[in-house]
Structures are given as C-alpha cells and as structure tokens.
C-alpha cells in the first residue's frame, strides 16, 4: 500500500502502481479479510475467556476459605449419626408444635367466627325487631297485632295477619289501581284537549303540563300577543302614515309630471287641442242633439277620433263615417257652428259670427238628404240670432230658401235679382 515499505526493494512505496484486475488476487483479499474478522472474533474470545477463568479462580479461592471456616467450627460436635438422630428428635418436634400452633390458630379462628356470627345474628335480631316495627307503624290504620319483644313470634304473628289482611288490600289495590287508570284517561284527554289549545293559539307547550306551568305559559303567551299586536297597531298606523305619506307623494309627482308633460312645447300644444276639441265636441254635440230632435250626439274617444252616440240605438258609440248624407250633413253643420263659436270666443274684440255661408256642393245629395238638409237649415235660421246663406245650383233646395239672390248669365255679364219666396 502507499506509505508503506515495499517487501522487495525495503523502500517506502510512494505510489501503488495500478495492475490489472486478478481472481486470484480477489479471493486471497477476502480470504485475508475472513481470516483478520476471525482473528479478530478469536482474539476477543481468548480475552473473555481469560476473564472468566480469573473469576473461575477467586470463587475457588473463596470456596477453600468457607471450607476451612466450616470445618473448624466442626472441632468438638457430635458424631454425624449422633447428630442425625437428634436432628430427626428436633425435626419432629418442630413439626408438633407446628401443628398445635396451626390447630390453636384454627380453634382460635373458629372461635372469632362463631363469636362474630352471634353478633351479626344479634344485630339481625335486632336490626328484624325494628324493622318490624317500622313495618307495623307503616300499616297503624289497618291495627296489626301488638309487638310482645320476642321478634321471632311477633315476625310470625305479623306475617300470619300479612296473608290474612293481603287478599283486602289486593282488593283495594286494584280497585285503586282502575281508579288510577279512569284518572289517567282522563288526564290524557285533558291534555289533549290543553295541547290542541295551545297549539291552535300557536304557543308551545311547557316541558310538564301542570297547572302552574300551563298558566304560566299561556300568560306569557297573552302577554306576548298583547306585545305583537301593540307593535303590529304601531306598525299598522306607521305604515298607513307611510302610504298616505306616498300617495301624497306620488299624487304631487304625478301633479308635477302632467303639469311638466303639458307645460313642454309639444305636449302643451296637445293638450291645447285636445281641450279646444273637447270644448267644441260639446258644443257641437249639444247643437247636433237638437239638430237630430234628440236621436245624435258627439264624443270623442282616447285616440281624439270623432265618434256618434246614437241614442235611437241604445246609446251606442260608431265611428262618424257611419252617418248617412244628411245626418253627416248635420254633424259637419254642428260642428262648423261650433268652430265659428270657439274663433269668435277667442276674438280680442269679443265679436260675434252671425252669418254663416255654405257651400257644400248640394247637387250630390238625393232628394230625402235635400230634405233633411233644408228642414235643418230652416230650424237653424229660425230662431233669428244666426242669417244663414246657401250657395247651390239645386233648385228644389233653393225653392225653400225664403229670400234668394238668384244669379242669371247675360253673355258676358251677370245679373242678380233678389227673390222672395
């Protein structure tokens, strides 16, 4: 190995040169391995095994010092036959004394048993004593037998009236026994019916139906409905406050808001002439009612359509386009008189429309709406307050005209002549 001297040359080996891998060398390094672990385990066997040996040695030492010691205490005693007799003397005396001790000790056992026994029995004697009494006191009303000291013949004499007195009682027993189980029947249905009222008033029942916890129970729960319905009052009058509190709000924001959609520029105008229309379609309803000698009226519905109420049929609503010549005629001439009110109401100078023209081109109309058309021309004009003039080329409508500029063609040049009917 390195370090070491070299077994040829003697010198010291710096370095161990490599060389190739050998069997041979392999298994001689372990054998040398296999035999330093032997000499190894032999070397620590040799060392206990001197160990011992030493110890061997002073036990043996010791051994011949008792021996010596034993036999010169020895110097002067009995011969060993001598000392054999008396040993088996002394062993068999040892063992009659130890059997007079035990039989001593088991007589003397017996006696503290016997002895504790006539107590235990003296104490039962009189721990039955009284509870024979207790037992006689417990049962005073039934007059059990008087008690003479000796327990035992009273204990008889008490059991003896026990199974005379025993078939009563068991009768009185059960007799007590329905009486307990009718009570309790009834009990359970007055439970029942304390239950089902507890819980149709909606209050939990106490943990023991007694008297004292169910009227507890059901003055806490009055005193809690009392609670409830105070706070429900309270939160009732709050929250009407609340509602009259919103509707007067909403009823001042709805204010705010129609008056904020009227007053813009276009719903404003809207509004105008939906109020102007409202206003004429009264005025006008009220004229074409007299018109019609009761029988139409006019409205209007939400989309601000015309509409006629024929009263003729019960009172029902159709669309104006549904009115024939002459009652259309009718409602156009309301209508127009209406417009002719409204204009001149709205006059600065508070004038006045006297004198209406009409030139609604006659020649079309059939000879019955001709009629109704003069008929309603002549009961406009008659109350005088209105000079109502007709442009017509009809002469069956101008014949009923009472005063007419009738208008005749000369060539180039025209000529007009009042007429009188």
Known sequence: MAGEDCPVCLQQVPVVP??????????????LRDAKTAASTAARGLSQAEREHGK???????LRTELDQVQA???????????????????RAHASLTAARKASRAALESQRKAEKELKELEERYTVAGRTLG??????AEQRPPALTGDHVVDWDVFMDWVQETGATL??????RAQEMKRAEL???RQRDKVMEFLASGGIAAPPSLTE???STTVANALTAGQLAVQRVEERRAHVAQLVADVAEAEQTERLNKGLGLLLSARNFERWMVEEALQSMVIEASATLNELSNGQFELTVDSKQDLLVVDHNDASSQRPVQTLSGGETFQASLALALALSSQIASLSSGGGQLDTILLDEGFGTLDASTLDVVAS???????GGERTVGLVTHVAALADRVPVRFQVTREGSRSRVEKVWT
Do not use: C, M, Y
């Not at 205490?73 to 062993?91: F, K, M, N, V, Y």
């Not at 207790?134 to 049962?139: A, C, E, P, V």
């Open 186 to 188: 009834v009990a359970d």
């Open 376 to 382: 309603t021309l002549e009961q406009l004009s008659g």
């Open 73 to 91: 205490s020895l110097d002067g005693e009995p011969a060993a036959a001598e000392a054999s007799q008396l040993l088996e003397l002394a062993t």
């Open 56 to 62: 061997a040695e002073d036990e043996g030492d010791r």
């Open 18 to 31: 490599l060389r190739p891998h050998h069997q041979g060398i392999a298994e001689a390094e372990a054998a």
């Open 212 to 214: 004292v916890s169910v």
């Open 134 to 139: 207790q037992l006689r006191d417990r049962f």
């Open 170 to 175: 068991e009768a009185k027993v059960s007799e």
